[in-house]
């Protein structure tokens, strides 16, 4: 359980303030999922009284803030969600004509699919069946 950055302050955080600097806008919103280096995570009563500096705007998230964790529906709905967003097929790319390959190269159409990397996410390729 992450607390509330602010000093003395000892009680459980539930929401996370961020600035963004190019809009002058401060952003109070529902405790991110990972603390970020940039963002200060503060306690329920610190949401709530959090000003932004002097000429910037200030976003709330509207409703209250829970201090929950997310719970075994929550994970499931995320993970099914991430499953069949990788079921979609992309459009069959045109065949490109087959141009002079290396020997010991086999054709680009007897190469193994790579796989795409993409920050902390992997796109696999489809299971061969």
């Keep these: 359980m ?3 950055c602010r000093p003395g302050c000892k009680n459980p955080a539930v929401a996370t303030l961020t600035y963004v600097y190019s809009d002058s806008t401060a952003v ?4 991110a999922t990972v603390a ?7 306690c329920e009563t610190h949401a709530s009284r ?3 500096p002097k000429g910037w705007d200030m ?3 509207e409703g209250g803030f829970s201090s929950s964790t997310p719970d075994d529906d929550d994970l499931t709905a ?17 065949e490109r ?3 002079g390959y290396t020997a010991g190269y086999p054709p680009p159409a007897q190469r193994a699919p790579r796989t795409g990397r ?12």
């Design 2 to 4: 992450r607390r509330c």
């Design 28 to 31: 109070v919103g529902p405790l």
């Design 36 to 42: 970020e280096p940039h963002s200060w995570d503060l």
């Design 50 to 52: 959090i000003t932004a």
């Design 59 to 61: 976003v709330r998230h």
């Design 78 to 94: 995320l993970a099914e969600a991430v499953r069949e967003a990788g079921f979609r097929r992309r459009p069959p790319e045109p």
């Design 97 to 99: 004509p087959q141009r």
């Design 118 to 129: 993409r920050g902390h996410l992997r796109v696999l390729p489809d299971p061969p069946g």
